[in-house]
């Protein structure tokens, strides 16, 4: 089993749609989190981390099931300039080394 | 603030060809330094890790080497180039600490020939 599994998508949504999207991790023990944005043919960006309690940065609200290993983003009133491919990353505990998923696509249609 | 600075962005090589791919960061010190790569429409996987000058962990068995010259500036780097090589490499940081996430340079697209 892979360490994060993502669904690959595409996710192919309207303009002001929501879209959310899981990934799941195979270590239960795992304790940092996070969201990163990347587009085309350029570096991931980190979008957000996630933390125990869920967080909120605008539209984007990312949420941490620890019960069933996964974390989820969800994208509100989504703009044309959302469609990217979204990648979770992982740390398994008292390691510093990110595992990461294989991303999940998303595109915004007008 | 801390950037970090990758390159070439692109590069062509021929097979057998050396390879040498530079990674520095600025503004912060101490960092830990990482090499992924990427090849077409999969994802990061990552090849080395350091957390300090001389200190290199390597991830999976391969043609590449990797070097830590100095606290901020991370180095990739191979004698003989194989087809299997090409991909877009990218160097990231983070502070040391289990909390933290990685910053990605902007990455260097090598296409072996």
């Known amino acids: 089993r892979k360490e994060v599994e993502q669904d690959p998508g595409p996710f192919n949504v309207p303009e002001g749609a929501t879209v959310a999207f899981n990934c799941t991790y195979s270590n239960s023990a795992s304790q940092s989190f996070f969201w990163y944005r990347q587009d085309c043919r350029k570096e991931p960006k980190l979008l957000m981390s996630?933390?125990?309690s869920g967080n909120e940065d605008g539209r984007f609200t990312a949420q941490l099931n620890r019960a069933s290993q996964y974390i989820s983003l969800l994208i509100r009133d989504s703009k044309l300039s959302d469609s990217a491919t979204y990648l979770c990353?992982?740390?398994?505990?008292?390691?510093?080394?990110?595992?990461f998923g294989a991303g999940t696509t998303v595109t915004v249609r007008a | 603030s801390q950037t970090i600075h990758q390159w070439p962005a692109t590069l062509v090589q021929p097979v057998g060809s050396p390879l040498s791919l530079e990674c520095t960061v600025e503004?912060?010190?101490?960092?830990?330094l990482y090499w992924y790569r990427q090849a077409a429409g999969r994802g990061l996987q990552l090849l080395f890790y350091?957390?300090?000058?001389?200190?290199i962990s390597s991830e999976v068995p391969q043609n590449l080497s990797a070097s830590r010259p100095q606290d901020r500036q991370f180095i990739l780097s191979s004698k003989k180039l194989l087809l299997s090589d090409s991909g877009f490499y990218l160097c990231a940081w983070s502070r040391q600490g289990v909390n933290y996430g990685y910053t990605f340079g902007s990455g260097t697209r090598l296409t072996v020939v």
């Open positions: 503004g912060t010190s101490n960092p830990n």
């Open positions: 996630v933390y125990s």
């Open positions: 990353a992982v740390k398994p505990p008292n390691d510093y080394k990110l595992s």
């Open positions: 350091s957390v300090g000058i001389g200190q």
